[in-house]
């Protein structure tokens, strides 16, 4: 049976158990996904997804492009679209339109990027520093299609 009263004692309230950070520095990591999503609280923003290939431990960057509690057309969105254009110039890509910034951001999943993780005063940021390689296509294949098929039928 478990003694959930020594449990009790030998749990640090200083580290939470399911929330196990990458400490600060760089990484050589692999684009997992990259989406343009809506958060709980509907503000909307960028999830990157990225896989570190040396230790595997995955890393989460947010990038808020609209925070719906202070609705500063000028200032959230302007600055935090200047970070989006600046993450996506260090992946190579620029467009016209944020519509097309959302179907490119999906064409580098699979690329290899150097992130840069760095905490200051209590702030953590997670930086695009450089694009190490292009994602992996299939010869013939759609820019955009980065996963493999289902099927392994041999013909």
């Given amino acids: 049976m478990i003694d959930l009263n020594k449990t009790w004692i030998n749990t640090n309230t200083d580290n939470p158990p399911n929330k196990k950070e990458v400490p600060d520095g760089n990484y050589d990591c692999t684009l997992k996904d990259v ?74 999943v699979g690329a290899t990027v150097r992130l840069e993780i760095k905490t200051k005063d209590g702030f953590r940021n997670i930086n695009i520093v450089e694009k190490l390689a292009d994602p992996v296509r299939s010869p013939g294949g759609n820019p955009s299609d980065n996963e493999t098929p289902d099927d392994d039928v041999p013909f």
Avoid at 69 to 86: A, F, I, P, S
């Fill in 35 to 108: 989406s343009i999503n809506e958060s709980k609280k509907g503000n909307t923003g960028v999830a990157w997804h990225f896989t570190d290939n040396r230790s595997g431990e995955k890393i989460f960057k947010w990038h808020s492009l609209w925070n719906n509690e202070t609705q500063d057309d000028e200032g959230v969105v302007g600055n935090n679209m200047y970070w989006l254009k600046k993450d996506m110039a260090m992946l190579g890509l620029s467009c016209k339109s944020f519509d097309q910034a959302k179907y490119l951001l999906r064409t580098m």
